[in-house]
């Protein structure tokens, strides 16, 4: 059973940081890309990072360059994603999905629970 698992999620000031982790299960972790992708409240889903099968390419959505950074341990089956000079329009529900492909782009088929991060101005 694929199982993905974010936490690291809460709440900060505005300009923080808070670094997100997924741990993923049931599938070969280091065969696939994966992806961070968030909803705020009210909103619609929005992608937000992606990163490929060996973390040889990384990918972020135009609002998040140069703030967050997405990396992953496949020895640790593990997804991260550090989010520095947090604003309060960052404040969503973050999800880790995992890709189809090794590379990224061709869509998901799982997704884990979300972890929530508020950020106070």
């Known amino acids: 059973e694929v199982q993905l698992v974010e936490s690291g999620g809460g709440l900060v000031k505005s300009g923080g940081s808070l670094r997100l982790s997924c741990a993923a299960s049931?599938?070969?972790?280091?065969?696939?890309?994966m992806s961070w992708v968030r909803q705020a409240p009210g909103k619609g889903l929005e992608w937000v990072s992606a990163i490929s099968w060996n973390g040889g390419s990384s990918y972020y959505a135009e609002a998040m360059k140069g703030r967050f950074t997405i990396s992953r341990d496949n020895a640790k089956n593990t997804l991260y994603l550090q989010m520095n000079s947090l604003k309060s329009e960052d404040t969503a529900v973050y999800y880790c999905?995992?890709?189809?492909?090794?590379?990224?782009?061709?869509?998901?088929?799982?997704w884990g629970q979300g972890t929530q991060v508020t950020v106070s101005s």
């Open positions: 049931g599938f070969f972790f280091e065969d696939y890309a």
């Open positions: 999905a995992k890709e189809l492909t090794p590379s990224y782009g061709l869509g998901y088929d799982y």
